[in-house]
């Protein structure tokens, strides 16, 4: 993960679900306040997590090149049940090549079951976070297949260029 390290995102469940996985690191870049962060590394299972800090940009691909997996388990009061699509956090490892593992939000589990890219799950559920992490482990070929999807859908569906033509149409229209 790498962008804003906060309540909003779920690591503290994520560290929770990590503590009886072995083999697996959470990769966590970005900032927090210094209450939130400490709070994570008062978790037992912190010593899962390799935290980074704040990152170049560029430095952000590394990292998603070393991943299995995307986390995005974003709970937001606004989104409610629907989701959003103004947070581009699921379109970042798409693009990467990365299965996700997402909120079950209807709007990112439409894209995620439509294009056989991750798992959508409860973000609250620590059990279905760790079940969902030891799928990606152990089912490494259909987790492969899921980032080339994800990855296939950006570059031909979800990107500016696209979403370019669509309003251009609309506009030629009205």
Known sequence: FAGGINEEWNHDKIIKALENIDGVKYILAGTGTKQYIDFLRSLPGWNKVNYV???????????????????????????????????????????????????????????????????????????????????????????????ENGRKAVIEKYNWKTQEEILLKLYAKL
């Open 53 to 147: 800090g704040k990152v170049p940009h560029e430095e952000v691909k590394n990292i998603y090149a070393q991943s299995i997996a995307g986390i995005a388990l974003n709970y937001s009061n606004q989104a409610k049940n629907e989701g959003t699509l103004g947070n581009t956090k699921l379109f970042e490892f798409m693009e990467a090549g990365l299965p996700v593992i997402c909120s079950n939000y209807r709007l990112w589990k439409e894209i995620v079951e439509e294009n056989n890219c991750g798992i959508c799950i409860e973000p609250n559920n620590i059990e279905e976070i760790k079940n969902a992490i030891n799928y990606i482990i152990n089912n490494p070929e259909e987790a492969r297949i899921m980032g």
